[in-house]
């Protein structure tokens, strides 16, 4: 129930395409559902967030896409970029209660020139 | 404005041993969190600390422990170190706890990159 599901694991785009990372949920008390960027050797850095109640949220080329009733929720990365090449997680957490995240396993994304 | 701090940046330890690992939050954060990421098994949740007090605990064993100083900065401890300790621990930070009403979000750093030999 505390599970977040993260797919694919790997993703190759070609510079200029779009990168969609999919990620499940079961427990409906989620609330917050962040997305963070990781490039190697560094910590992981706060890209977007969405909150239940919007279904779509965009800033700059980063859009979430939240479809509650399916419990999924998905990260678009328009004209992908060879510095996106990164590892992708999301998250999910409950507002006013344990406040920790709960992690997918990432995804690794590749953009070739 | 300086982002969250982790020192030291690596860590070499021997089996058995223990192992201090230190943050200081973004400026005006009260809220520090410690997650594990070890490879495998992606980042999992270890400690929350606010206000100097253990808020949440995840499922790990008690020599995991920790604690926040009076000015906010955290410490994890290590005992008994075992060779799956080996992972990078990585420090979060939040304004304060979200039912406060203020924003959640956290902000990690860079990471201590824990190894057991």
């Known amino acids: 129930q505390q599970q977040v599901k993260q797919s694919p694991q790997s993703l190759i785009v070609q510079k200029g395409g779009i990168s969609i990372i999919n990620c499940a949920y079961e427990?409906?008390?989620?609330?917050?559902f962040p997305w963070y960027q990781q490039f190697p050797g560094k910590g992981p850095a706060l890209l977007i967030a969405i909150r239940p109640d919007v279904s779509e949220k965009k800033e700059g080329r980063f859009t979430i896409s939240f479809n509650k009733s399916a419990k999924q929720f998905s990260l678009h990365i328009m004209d992908s970029q060879p510095g996106d090449s990164a590892t992708y997680f999301c998250?999910?957490?409950?507002?006013?209660?344990?406040?920790?995240?709960?992690f997918g396993k990432g995804t690794k994304l590749t953009v070739n020139p | 404005e300086a982002g969250v701090t982790q020192s030291p940046t690596h860590l070499i330890k021997t089996r058995g041993q223990q192992a201090t690992l230190r943050c200081s939050p973004i400026?005006?954060?009260?809220?520090v969190y410690w997650y594990q990421q070890a490879l495998g098994l992606g980042l999992q949740f270890l400690l929350w600390?606010?206000?100097?007090?253990?808020?949440n605990r995840g499922n790990f064993p008690p020599r995991f422990s920790g604690r926040q100083f009076p000015n906010y900065s955290s410490e994890l401890n290590v005992n008994a170190l075992e060779l799956e300790d080996s992972a990078l621990y990585l420090c979060a930070s939040s304004i304060a706890p979200s039912w406060t009403g203020s924003s959640y979000e956290q902000y990690f750093g860079p990471g201590t990159r824990l190894t057991v030999t």
């Open positions: 600390y606010d206000e100097g007090e253990e808020r």
């Open positions: 998250a999910a957490s409950m507002v006013g209660g344990s406040e920790k995240l709960v």
């Open positions: 427990n409906t008390a989620f609330d917050y």
């Open positions: 400026s005006g954060h009260t809220s």
